[in-house]
């Protein structure tokens, strides 16, 4: 979300070069297997902006719970408004909804070779139910992340922000504005503004998560796999300090 200047956009561009001329299936020796992550971080940290972009780098899979339930809330039913006013408020849709919807989609073929969560889990019971029903599968999380960013520079960002309807790339009017006003410059796609990104909104979703997310830090902490990424840098070191991040052997940190 942040401006994209030259040195920026050649960070992100040698991050993108080093990973894309190794095959993936080498990158997937080096790492030995399938890596599954955790970002997290508050509204506005940027997870969004990062999240699709270093998947595609590392090669796994992209899970956002907050996309997955745009699209469920766009559809004509009863479930679909309870949702939608859970949204819109800024609080939590409840646990059960959020865990059978992100565990589905962790079930389809693209997450085999890996995923990265993206604002999921959000509650201590989400995470440890995570653990549970990965580990049913055979399957763990491997590395959390904790995108940091001070509070002023969240709520700047959550208001001013514009999304693709299509692709959900992420503008902001004054840090990132698209080449044309309204249009995705990457898939052409039309930008819209959610209802939840109003400044009283994104105070109630910064106090949310404090109240209920904060703790699954300390959930993780506990469990020796958090690693701290500071997130108010440009896009592109924050993309490469991510891969990084990620490709690192636990050990090694
Ligand atoms: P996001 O796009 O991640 O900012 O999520 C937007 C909204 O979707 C949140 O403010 C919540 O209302 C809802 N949401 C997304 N992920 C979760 C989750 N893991 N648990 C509960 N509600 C969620």
């Not at 049913?136 to 709520?155: F, N, S």
């Not at 080449?179 to 109630?204: I, K, M, S």
Request: with cysteine.
């Amino acid at each position: 979300m942040g401006h994209v200047n030259k040195e920026d956009g050649m960070v992100a561009a040698r991050a993108q070069a080093s990973v894309l001329t190794r095959p993936s299936s080498r990158l997937m020796v080096e790492r030995g297997k399938p890596v599954n992550v955790v970002l997290m971080g508050p509204p506005g940290a940027g997870k969004g902006t990062q999240a699709g972009t270093v998947a595609r780098l590392v090669d796994v899979a992209h899970v956002a719970s907050g996309d997955l339930l745009r699209d469920l809330i766009r559809q004509d039913s009863e479930i679909a408004r309870q949702v939608k006013a859970f949204m819109d408020r800024g609080d939590l849709v409840p646990d059960d909804l959020t865990l059978a919807i992100v565990m589905a989609r962790l079930a389809e073929p693209d997450c085999a070779n890996g995923f990265i969560l993206d604002g999921f889990p959000r509650t201590v019971t989400q995470a440890r139910e995570l653990d549970s029903r990965l580990a049913a599968r055979g399957r763990r999380i491997d590395r959390v992340i904790d995108l940091i960013v001070p509070e002023d520079v969240l709520l700047a960002r959550l208001s001013g922000r514009w999304l693709c309807r299509d692709c959900h790339s992420s503008y902001h009017v004054l840090f990132s504005p698209p080449t044309t006003p309204g249009v995705c410059d990457r898939c052409g796609g039309p930008l819209y503004q959610r209802n939840d990104d109003t400044l009283e909104t994104a105070r109630r979703r910064l106090e949310v998560y404090d109240h209920d997310t904060r703790p699954v830090l300390e959930y993780y902490r506990a469990a020796g796999i958090l690693v701290d990424v500071p997130g108010d840098r440009s896009v592109g070191e924050v993309t490469e300090a991510l891969r990084e991040a990620i490709v690192t052997q636990p050990d090694a940190l």
